[in-house]
Nanobody, 122 residues
Framework: QVQLVESGGGVVQAGGSLRISCAASGRPLSGYAVGWFRQAPGKEREFVAAVSWSGDSKNYADSVKNRFTISRDNAKNTVYLQMNSLKPEDTAVYSC???????????????WGQGTHVTVSS
């Protein structure tokens, strides 16, 4: 199993930027596809972005396309989510997940972290 810890969340004004990180321990993250999901209060969890183990393949939800960028640094065992042009509707707990494929389905990832809070104020 790989352990995942998210960091970098916080409060940012609408239109601002934030970069959150997902650091892995226990096993090299280079062997896993990694994704980000988010859950806002009172709403269902939703897919945000995912990247293959090599970094060559990336998927994004339509709601974040052209605003968010997922990247990875396998040497640092870390995956990042750069979030630009943030909107109040981006407010949520963001969790990273690791699995075999960069899937849009949370259930296909056997490893996940506890999440980091992102609040976008209007």
């Amino acid at each position: 199993q790989v352990q995942l810890v998210e960091s970098g969340g916080g409060v940012v004004q609408a239109g601002g930027s934030l970069r959150i990180s997902c650091a892995a321990s226990g096993r090299p993250l280079s062997g896993y596809a990694v994704g980000w999901f988010r859950q806002a209060p009172g709403k269902e969890r939703e897919f945000v972005a995912a990247v293959s183990w090599s970094g060559d393949s990336k998927n994004y939800a339509d709601s974040v396309k052209n605003r968010f960028t997922i990247s990875r640094d396998n040497a640092k065992n870390t995956v990042y989510l750069q979030m630009n042009s943030l909107k109040p509707e981006d407010t949520a707990v963001y969790s990273c997940v690791a699995g075999l494929q960069p899937s849009i389905y949370f259930g296909e990832y056997p490893n996940w972290g506890q999440g980091t809070h992102v609040t976008v104020s209007s």
